[in-house]
């Protein structure tokens, strides 16, 4: 397990730990929440506003699985929160070159195979 840290001016103001490595992270468009891509995973963090957090400790942060259906054992590359009209869309690439759109309710909702031989992230 590897730690998970959510930082505002180097302060650890949110924590949880991911089992699979993470490749792609993005956030959404109102801060409410950020989701995580990786091997075989698709994962939508929030802060849980229900645990108060002890003077200077974290507060925890609930991970909630994407529903990958048939897809769940491609490696997701990359991630990206919607913006605008489809502000409530998560949009993923697969390392098989598949775009993929998550719905609100992080389900696989539609694919595109866009006829690649494969998908990588470019780091810059």
């Not at 991911?18 to 995580?36: E, H, Q």
């Not at 994407?66 to 502000?87: I, K, M, P, Q, W």
Request: aromatic share 10%; charged share 20%; net charge positive.
């Amino acid at each position: 397990m590897k730690p998970l840290l959510l930082l505002q001016k180097d302060v650890v103001m949110a924590a949880n730990k991911v089992s699979n490595k993470v490749t792609g992270v993005s956030f959404s468009v109102d801060s409410s929440y950020f989701v995580t891509a990786g091997n075989r995973h698709v994962k939508f963090w929030y802060l849980d506003p229900t645990k108060a957090s002890k003077a200077g400790a974290p507060l925890p942060l609930l991970g909630r699985s994407a529903l990958l259906g048939e897809l769940r054992n491609n490696f997701f590359y990359d991630v990206a929160c919607g913006r605008g009209s489809t502000s409530d869309s998560t949009f993923c690439v697969t390392s098989s070159g598949l775009l993929c759109e998550f719905n609100g309710k992080r389900m696989l909702d539609k694919w595109v195979d866009l006829r690649v031989s494969a998908a990588a992230r470019i780091n810059y």
